[in-house]
T-cell receptor
């Protein structure tokens, strides 16, 4: 069974610190990786996607992908209380056509003012 | 664009009742999905559709049915509701070409309780 593993948390960081969220996956054929943010009682919304090894930056967010080690991480710089949410990692096995995206159970982040 | 809309927002069903959860998207997306999310858990795929007239089962299809007669609409039917179907249901859609950046857009969800 293809799995996506995340630490459920909560991960508590002080305001202004760097939050580091990690995700490992079992399917070596995975090609695309997504980070979604979900506020309590709301629907998931995409923050970033990445499909090449290395780092991808978007504002305060950086996604890091290491296919050899089968992990993807999300760094949030200058964490704000508004970043407090559950972050879902999602993995897609291959490009082209329909490929089922598998979601992790999410890591709850708490940013302490 | 309204994006992905779902109705109703909340519903309480009695065991054995049936209902249809509605989902509509106005982004001309070809792919649509139904997920359920239990408390503290990730999203489990119930059914998906790659286009009008084409649907297929996901991880947890038992007790549900879908249809896709138009690009815009993807209703989810619950037959003979059971307490195990108490969950939050999300509909999502995406536009997949080469597929690498297959971003899914989610509706606001339907919170269903079966008593």
């Amino acid at each position: 069974q293809k799995e996506v593993e995340q630490n459920s948390g909560p991960l508590s960081v002080p305001e202004g610190a760097i939050a580091s969220l990690n995700c490992t996956y079992s399917d070596r054929g995975s090609q695309s990786f997504f980070w979604y943010r979900q506020y309590s009682g709301k629907s998931p919304e995409l923050i970033m996607f990445i499909y090449s090894n290395g780092d991808k930056e978007d504002g305060r967010f950086t996604a890091q992908l290491n296919k050899a080690s089968q992990y993807v991480s999300l760094l949030i710089r200058d964490s704000q209380p508004s970043d407090s949410a559950t972050y879902l990692c999602a993995v897609r096995p291959d490009s082209g056509g329909y490929q089922k995206v598998t979601f992790g159970t999410g890591t709850k982040l708490q940013v302490i003012p | 664009n309204a994006g992905v809309t779902q109705t109703p927002k909340f519903r309480i069903l009695k065991i054995g009742q049936s209902m249809t959860l509605q989902c509509t998207q106005d982004m001309n997306h070809n792919y649509m999905y139904w997920y359920r999310q239990d408390p503290g858990m990730g999203l489990k795929l119930i059914y998906y559709s790659v286009g009008a007239g084409i649907t297929d089962k996901g991880e947890v299809p038992n007790g549900y049915n879908v249809s896709r007669s138009t690009t815009e609409d993807f209703p989810l039917r619950l037959e003979l509701a059971a307490p195990s179907q108490t969950s939050v249901y999300f509909c999502a859609s995406s536009y997949s070409t080469s597929g690498k950046t297959d971003t899914q857009y989610f509706g606001p969800g339907t919170r269903l309780t079966v008593l």
